[in-house]
């Protein structure tokens, strides 16, 4: 009976933590990917995309030992194979005190276009989610169960872009997968659902581009970026978003270099909570 009661409150702990810990790239304006399996690469000119993400989120000292956190990596590489298809791959290395998952994302996406610019994305992709749990940070809860575990999920997203407008919607986990050990439900991934809105506005033969834009999600609650975008001569772009049910300022920078490779990075702080997130991006698309 104790051990029962012990896996039980295990496995409490550990879908809860996943779920209050969905990774939540802060430079995504024009880089929706993750969000949104439709997205393309922001330069339409390019055919291919690579990039690396990095997110490191700091907690209070004095938290330090409730809360562990690694860094989360996001690699992502998309590939138009011509005007109409494109195909996309992703990894993601997302990790815990006591269990970590390495997920694989396998895409495509098919791309309609009319007029001069006027553009239709659908996008669908795989999930495979290699969860690895580690029982020797346990001492009270023994299994014989293997340490790795496969769950799948599914992906789906809608993209429209017409001049400076882009407007698109997504769901993530569309059949909130679960992973089980002994009969006991250890990880429920959670149906995520976004929306995203933008226009960018183009001044002085667009030396000067203002874009405001706004990110919905709903996972077990809703919440919503408001921000804005400004970029210089398509060189640096500067960005303010506030997510405002958490109160959470999130300020980012990119700049292009080379013509071909683009870095990025943010920081966030909350009025609300105590954490602080730094966000890195580097990315190089031909």
């Known amino acids: 009976m104790k051990k029962i009661l012990l896996t039980a409150i295990l496995g409490l702990v550990l879908s809860t933590s996943l779920a209050q810990n969905t990774l939540r790239p802060n430079i995504y304006f024009q880089n929706m990917h993750y969000y949104n399996t439709a997205a393309g690469i922001e330069d339409t000119s390019a055919h291919a995309s690579f990039s690396l993400y990095a997110k490191y989120k700091f907690v209070p000292s004095d938290n330090e030992g409730i809360w562990k956190k690694p860094v989360n990596l996001y690699f992502n590489h998309i590939y138009h194979i011509n005007a109409k298809n494109s195909v996309n791959v992703s990894y993601i290395?997302?990790?815990?005190?006591?269990?970590?998952?390495?997920?694989?994302?396998?895409?495509?996406?098919?791309?309609?276009?009319?007029?001069?610019?006027?553009?239709?994305?659908?996008?669908?992709?795989?999930?495979?989610?290699?969860?690895?749990?580690?029982?020797d940070k346990f001492a009270s809860v023994h299994s014989s169960s293997p340490a790795m575990k496969l769950n799948a999920d599914l992906d789906f997203g809608v993209q429209y872009q017409w001049k400076g407008l882009t407007v698109g919607a997504s769901g993530k986990n569309l059949f909130a997968s679960s992973v089980k050990i002994d009969g006991m439900r250890y990880i429920q991934d959670r149906r995520e659902v976004y929306g995203n809105l933008s226009y960018n506005f183009g001044l002085f033969k667009r030396k000067l581009e203002l874009a405001p834009f706004v990110l919905l999600y709903a996972e077990r609650d809703f919440d919503l970026d408001a921000g804005l975008n400004v970029s210089l001569f398509k060189r640096v772009s500067v960005s303010y978003a506030i997510r405002v049910l958490e109160l959470r300022s999130i300020y980012s920078i990119r700049g292009n270099f080379m013509k071909h490779f683009q870095i990025g990075a943010a920081v966030d702080h909350s009025a609300i909570y105590s954490d602080v997130n730094i966000d890195f991006l580097l990315a190089y698309r031909f």
């Open 93 to 135: 290395y997302d990790g815990y005190s006591y269990y970590n998952r390495n997920i694989v994302y396998l895409g495509y996406t098919r791309m309609f276009h009319w007029g001069k610019s006027s553009r239709l994305n659908l996008g669908a992709r795989a999930v495979l989610n290699f969860n690895g749990f580690d029982w």
